[in-house]
Nanobody, 125 residues
């Protein structure tokens, strides 16, 4: 089992920045792909970014447009999502997820086995 706990959400003005953290515990996640998803009210949960823990390769949804970065800290067993140039449409609950044996496309929710409880991000205009 893997437990994931997100933190770092909050209220920020448009153009501002936030860094989300996802602390993993339990089974080691060194062989996992870690993803960030988000869900706005009344919308489907959508893919934001992913990182392959072992090699560090990163992937992003098209709407990110270079504004976000994803990284991991081996010592802290934590994944980060640095979000810059935030827009009101980035307002959502952000979820961290972990999955194994994911290849090709990293945005399928069903490929992720473990999920955190989410952290709210609100961007005011």
């Amino acid at each position: 089992q893997v437990q994931l706990v997100e933190s770092g959400g909050g209220l920020v003005q448009a153009g501002g920045s936030l860094r989300l953290s996802c602390a993993a515990s339990g089974r080691t996640v060194r062989s996992y792909t870690m993803g960030w998803f988000r869900q706005a009210p009344g919308k489907e949960r959508e893919y934001v970014a992913a990182i392959i823990w072992s090699g560090g390769s990163t992937y992003f949804a098209d709407f990110v447009e270079g504004r976000f970065t994803i990284s991991r800290d081996n010592a802290e067993n934590t994944v980060y999502l640095q979000m810059n140039s935030l827009k009101p449409e980035d307002t959502a609950v952000y979820y961290c997820a972990a999955g194994r044996y994911i290849t090709g496309y990293y945005g399928r929710k069903d490929d992720y086995t473990y999920w955190g409880q989410g952290t709210q991000v609100t961007v005011s205009s």
